[in-house]
Structures are given as structure tokens and as C-alpha cells.
């Protein structure tokens, strides 16, 4: 004994290395690049689909965000009555989906909607998506897996 | 971070001292486990661990063109039901209607379902989509799994009801 102590930092180094094999590994794996609201549980699916890109519309339980910003009040999940259309689509969202697509021409929504939203409110948002134009949908879902 | 002993170590040296000092070489890991440290946090800051993935979907009322231009020989709709149960209608050269009833705990007897779609796809090889609709009520994930289940035997669904 000494009296000194060196550490040995050789397995340390194995567990590092370890460990930064996996997160590079699980790193980016997802098909689009989003953080869903907190809050919003998305619902699960095993999916093979690629990468997507496109308006991300996001269905909480009390507010529909476009590309991360809110542009209607929503309230357990619904639409008010009166903002919807004779069509079933909600005017005040199919106003921003305009302006957004006006600023940025594309046909693709990538819906993030809660688990819990009932299929009316789905179709409502869907339906304003389709009178602003947008045709092609998608609808994004976590992997279980 | 090179001490002393450890640049002696790397001077070729002089005689049988020199020798015996290379082979006591010893290398140091003290910046490599900094570069590791550093690449963990940043990795584990800008990680999504939860891997989200895309189911395609289209609108029965609307959306893209549809490819295919000739009439198919069957079409399916399906149908969720708010008490569990899930309707199946099939139009065209073979018409019938399927009810499957709910499960015990009231859900969706969904793996019933996809092995009636994909006996259906079995008899119908042309089959290319089907519609699925569900009552108002009827929460987001039971859709979702109604479309990854039918989507394993037939790659179009159309979301319908509008």
C-alpha cells in the first residue's frame, strides 16, 4: 500500500462505448421528425412506412396545432358546433390550413392525433384538410416496437 | 494530459532501460472517456426514443386519384360500431354482410376482423381497398388498429363517413 489509488478507467471505458453504440443505434429511427405535445398520447401501430415529411396538424385534447402553433380551441377532444361546417369541417382550422398552404404549397398532412379523440373530431380535421386542398394524408402513429 | 512518466514512455530510449519502458506503455483513456461522456449527453438530449412511424390513409370522399381505373370485382366496407361490434359489407359480384360481436370487455374483437379481411382477400385476389368508417364515438385507436390490421391483407384503406 502506497497510498496511492489509480483508477481504472479501461472498463469504464467499455461501458461508454457501449452505451453510445446503442443510442446511435436507436438514434433517428423514426419516420418523421416531431416532438407531439405533452399530453398527447399517440396512438400505437406497427408500421414499415418511410420517412415523411408535410403539415403536421396535432389533435390534443384541448387545442389543434398546425406546424407546432395553435389555431383552434378545442374542448374534450371536440369542435365546437358552431365552427363546424355544413361539410363537418371546423372553419377555424381550415382557415390556417389555407394560409398555410398559400406560404407553402404541398398536398401532404401528417396527422398526430391523441388516442383517446373520438372519430368525429378526426373526420372533422381531415375534412378541413381536404376543402384547404391537401390530398394526400398520413397518420402518424408510435411504433410498439 | 501527458505526464511525465508517460512521455518517458514514448521516448525511444537508450539501452535496456529504454526497451523495458516501451513495453510498459500504457495508454490514456482519461480523453477518449471525455469524447464519450460528451457524445452520450448530446445523444441522449436529442434522442426520440419513442419511434414514430407513418400509416398512409386515404379519404373515401376525396384525396388522390385512385390508380386503378377499372371497377373491382368486390368492394369491402367495414364498419366500428360504438358498442364493440364491427359490421362488414361486401358489394359486387358477392354480397353479404358480417357482424362480428363485441368482446366480453366490450372491445373490438379486431383479430377476428383481419382474419375475415384476409379470408376475404383470399377469394378476391383483386381486392386492393377497402372503407372503413366508424360511429362518432368510436376513440382514434381503434381506427388505428382497425387500419394496421386490415392493412395486412389489404394495402389500401380509405377512411369513410364524411
Given amino acids: 500500500m502506497d497510498g496511492q489509488m489509480s483508477l481504472q478507467i479501461t472498463s469504464m471505458a467499455d461501458i461508454f462505448m457501449i452505451i453510445l453504440v446503442f443510442l446511435l443505434k436507436t438514434y433517428g429511427t423514426g419516420a418523421i421528425d416531431v416532438t407531439p405535445s405533452p399530453g398527447l398520447v399517440m396512438p400505437l401501430a406497427a408500421t414499415v412506412s418511410g420517412p415523411a415529411e408535410g403539415v403536421k396538424l396535432e389533435i390534443a385534447e384541448g387545442a389543434v396545432r398546425v406546424n407546432g402553433a395553435q389555431v383552434a380551441a378545442i374542448k374534450d377532444f371536440e369542435f365546437s358546433s358552431g365552427d363546424l361546417s355544413a361539410v363537418g369541417a371546423s372553419k377555424t382550422l381550415a382557415a390556417a390550413l389555407d394560409t398555410e398552404i398559400r406560404e407553402r404549397p404541398g398536398s401532404q398532412v401528417i396527422v398526430l392525433a391523441d388516442r383517446r379523440a373520438p372519430y368525429v373530431t378526426i373526420k372533422a380535421a381531415l375534412a378541413s384538410a381536404a376543402v384547404s386542398g391537401y390530398t394526400d394524408f398520413k397518420l402518424a402513429v408510435v411504433n410498439p416496437n | ?162
Avoid: H
Fill in chain 2, 1 to 162: 494530459m501527458m505526464d511525465g512518466e508517460t512521455s518517458r514512455a514514448w521516448s525511444p530510449g537508450v539501452g535496456g532501460e529504454g526497451r523495458k519502458q516501451e513495453q510498459d506503455f500504457d495508454l490514456n483513456l482519461a480523453p477518449i472517456i471525455d469524447c464519450f461522456v460528451v457524445l452520450i449527453a448530446f445523444v441522449m438530449i436529442s434522442a426520440a426514443f419513442a419511434s414514430i412511424g407513418i400509416l398512409d390513409a386515404g379519404i373515401a370522399a376525396g384525396g388522390a386519384a385512385p390508380l386503378a381505373v377499372t371497377d373491382p370485382e368486390v368492394r369491402l366496407k367495414v364498419e366500428l360500431s360504438p358498442d364493440g361490434a364491427i359490421g362488414m359489407q361486401l358489394t359486387g359480384k358477392e354480397a353479404r354482410e358480417i357482424t362480428l360481436p363485441p368482446l366480453k370487455n366490450g372491445g373490438y374483437d379486431i383479430p377476428a376482423m383481419g382474419q375475415k379481411v384476409a379470408e376475404i382477400k383470399a377469394k378476391w385476389p383483386s381486392l386492393e381497398k377497402t372503407r372503413l368508417t366508424a360511429e362518432n364515438k368510436v376513440p382514434y385507436q381503434e381506427v388505428i388498429s382497425s387500419i394496421e390490421t386490415i392493412r395486412k391483407s389489404i394495402p389500401g384503406v380509405a377512411l369513410d363517413g364524411f
